[in-house]
């Protein structure tokens, strides 16, 4: 099945599992580097203030992954779609007869 790659087969593996790669991976090692706050919320002190918030917004890592999340599904629906292209072992065998 994997020799039967295409372009479509390739550029959905790519952007889906780049997309998802970038959003949690990258992003999260990015985001490792600038120090705390390492979570979604905000820091804030005894009084209510936001004392430090995330170098990357949470909003936008979690729109990356489930873009990419999206394009693989869309990918999967897709190739349940699509006939898988005849093979010589699909071929019906020729039978003698007595």
Do not use: Q, S
Request: proline share 7%; net charge negative; glycine share 12%.
């Amino acid at each position: 099945m994997m020799e039967h790659n295409t372009t479509v087969d390739r550029i959905a593996a790519g952007l889906g599992g780049g997309l998802v790669l970038l959003g949690v991976v990258v992003l999260g090692l990015v985001e490792t580097l600038a120090g705390k706050p390492y979570g979604a919320a905000p820091l804030t002190n005894d009084a209510g203030e936001v004392i430090a918030t995330p170098l990357i917004d949470p909003t936008l890592r979690t729109g990356l992954v489930l873009a990419g999340l999206a394009v693989l599904a869309l990918y999967a629906l897709y190739r349940i779609a699509t006939p898988e292209p005849a093979t010589e072992d699909d071929a019906p065998a020729e039978v003698v007869a007595d």
